[in-house]
């Protein structure tokens, strides 16, 4: 069992810059590819980026690549979501998710924390 608790979200100005964190409980935390989605109002949740499970490889979505960035301390259970050069358009509530294996569908994933609301002014 993992459970994840998101911190970090909020206001924010375009261009400005927000660090999420993904706190994860867990003996196992090592062993899980790690994830965040987002979701903004009225649309379906997306893929933003995952992380391997021994940190060694990430993927991002092409919306944010080279703006975002994903990192993991395996000795602190924390994966964290480096976001710089943020526009409007990541406004969104972004959720961290863990699961077996790399995989860009939320179908991937069997832990979910509870989200945390990122919103970027014009």
């Known amino acids: 069992q993992v459970h994840l608790v998101e911190s970090g979200g909020g206001l924010v100005q375009a261009g400005g810059s927000l660090r999420l964190s993904c706190a994860a409980s867990?003996?196992?935390?090592?062993?899980?590819?790690m994830a965040w989605f987002r979701q903004a109002p009225g649309k379906e949740r997306e893929f933003v980026a995952v992380?391997?499970?021994?940190?060694?490889?990430?993927n991002y979505s092409d919306s944010v690549k080279g703006r975002f960035t994903l990192s993991r301390d395996n000795a602190k259970n924390t994966v964290y979501l480096q976001m710089n050069s943020l526009k409007p358009e990541d406004t969104a509530v972004y959720y961290c998710?863990?699961?077996?294996?790399?995989?860009?569908?939320?179908?991937?994933?069997?832990?979910w924390g509870q989200g945390t609301q990122v919103t970027v002014s014009s």
């Open positions: 998710a863990a699961g077996p294996r790399v995989i860009f569908s939320i179908d991937g994933y069997d832990y």
């Open positions: 992380i391997y499970w021994s940190g060694g490889g990430t």
């Open positions: 867990g003996r196992t935390f090592s062993r899980y590819a």
